[in-house]
């Protein structure tokens, strides 16, 4: 795992390719909107410095392979669309967790099956990871049904898992080995 070149990644509509500080304004407007936060581990962020500091943190920790988080851009415009990433990395176990995070206009249109397929290969292929798991709050069912189409299967459940904001909520555990992941 360790010298894995941090290259963009290419679809038919989409490039995935490393922040860069010019991402900021875009990121913090997804990030920023409740809508999209609803059913994350923490609130909308309040302030631009927050995606300053987010895009620096993801450098660092880039630099370092502790995780790989991807800007998803529109390869016709360059819009930047959201983010996908790879964390919580144990190389000794080779599994990792994945996230995906999409601004409001661009639900439902598949980009997060494209991404994620982009994604996936990179995790099994280029990292040579074993597993992947996600973590979702049950309710998130466009995330449960895109973790599915990429072929997640629910493993667990744990209640009251999270308290954001004052709000509890549960976490659903989904997880994917390299043998059951078809390109």
Known sequence: M???PILALTSERLV????VAGDAEALFKIFSDPQVMTYWYTP???DISDAHQYIADTQ???ELEAQYVFAIVDKNTDALMGKCMLWHIQPDS?????GFGLGVEFWGKGYIQEAGRLLLDFAFSQLNLNRLEAEIDPENLGSAKALQRLGFQ???YLP???IVDGHMSDSALYGLLRQDFAL
């Open 60 to 62: 660092q920790a880039m």
């Open 16 to 19: 995935l390719r490393p922040l």
């Open 154 to 156: 629910q493993e667990g």
């Open 2 to 4: 360790p010298g894995v």
């Open 160 to 162: 009251q898992r999270w």
């Open 94 to 98: 080779r599994r990792a967790e994945i």
């Open 44 to 46: 909308p962020w309040k």
